[in-house]
């Protein structure tokens, strides 16, 4: 079993609906959990970063960590054509990360 | 793309032979990293290096070697390229204090390696 599970979609929405993408985990000890956007032939990039459990609002995004469950989602409001990426999440209890598989998703005009 | 270049960008090689792809960063963080992507893998850490001429492996070290004489560069070998080894290697770094916030790694543009 992986550490960090996370359904690879494919995901395709309408422009304007809620996104919810998650991942769970394994190893308690994860206190760090980050969600990186990566769009196609390009780097991941850091787009959510939070600290133990709770949620945390960036704009049209939100990030929340369930700790007693093990599981971290990342919402999308009022999504966008332009938020057609993969979506990772990403968590570490040190100096290494581990990734979950990626979410491609697709936001239809 | 934080301070962070990917040498070549693009490279098609022959099976057997030896290739070397380089990372450099002008952040100045202590940390650097490679992984390589494959479609249904995700992410996966190959090496990385907590200082100059201080690396350890990862979890798919195999078939590769790692160096890092400067703290801007890190270089990944692979001594004899195989077919399997096909993939987008990304490079990444990381202040990773310790201290949760700076533990986020930041990630380079990728070279995407073909081995016939």
């Known amino acids: 079993q992986k550490e960090v599970e996370q359904d690879p979609g494919p995901l395709s929405v309408p422009e304007g609906a809620i996104v919810s993408l998650n991942c769970t985990y394994s190893?308690?000890?994860?206190?760090?959990f980050m969600w990186y956007r990566q769009y196609s032939r390009k780097g991941p990039e850091l787009l959510m970063y939070?600290?133990?459990?709770g949620n945390k609002e960036d704009g049209r995004f939100t990030a929340q960590v369930d700790k007693s469950s093990k599981y971290i989602s990342l919402f999308i409001r009022d999504s966008q054509p332009s938020d057609s990426a993969t979506y990772l999440c990403?968590?570490?209890?040190?100096?290494?990360?581990?990734f979950g598989q990626g979410t491609r998703l697709t936001i239809n005009p | 793309d934080a301070g962070i270049t990917q040498s070549p960008r693009h490279k098609v090689t022959e099976t057997g032979t030896p290739v070397t792809l380089r990372c450099h960063q002008t952040?100045?963080?202590?940390?650097m990293y490679w992984y390589r992507q494959d479609p249904g893998h995700g992410l996966r850490l190959i090496h990385y290096?907590?200082?100059?001429?201080?690396?350890d492996k990862g979890e798919v070290s195999d078939g590769y070697s790692v160096s890092r004489s400067k703290t801007e560069d890190f270089l990944l070998t692979l001594e004899s390229a195989t077919s399997s080894q096909t993939s987008v290697y990304f490079c990444?770094?990381?202040?990773?204090?310790?201290?949760?916030?700076?533990?986020?790694?930041?990630f380079g543009p990728g070279t995407r390696l073909t081995v016939l």
């Open positions: 990444a770094i990381s202040e990773a204090t310790g201290l949760g916030s700076t533990d986020t790694q930041y």
């Open positions: 190893n308690s000890a994860f206190q760090y």
């Open positions: 939070t600290y133990s459990s």
């Open positions: 990403a968590m570490n209890p040190a100096q290494k990360l581990v």
């Open positions: 952040e100045n963080h202590r940390y």
């Open positions: 290096s907590y200082g100059v001429k201080d690396t």
